[in-house]
């Protein structure tokens, strides 16, 4: 049985083109169970807590990369040129960065943080589980 999102949860996703956490889900009154059913309605998980119902394209692994960083994570490097039109070719590595102090995830859930303060959140073909 297809599981269908509050109004609100649905703006959210539409907004983030296609992608979601578990944590705003949940949030927006989704219980586990009805979360958990949303594999079954052909949701991909793209990163640790995070899921795609539109695939695992650059911009949906961007947005998966921003919402497992956590707040203040923006998109950097290539992927943020590619993002906005100045970089045509495929982009392999995702940059994810966040301030210096800040912890994020990996693409395989592990923390990680560099001296920089970039985590990487994904490489083509290996952001889904």
Known sequence: MRTPLPEALES??????GVLTRAQALH???????????ADQGWQRLVWGVYSRAGAGLVQRAWAGVLAAGDSACVGGLAAAALHGFHDRPVSVIEIWTPSA?????????SGTSSSGTTEAGRTGTTAS
């Not at 800040?102 to 592990?110: A, F, K």
Request: net charge positive.
């Open 102 to 110: 800040h912890v994020g995830r990996t693409s395989t859930g592990r």
């Open 28 to 38: 927006h009154g989704l219980t586990k169970g009805q979360f958990d059913g949303l």
């Open 12 to 17: 959210l996703v539409i907004s983030q083109d």
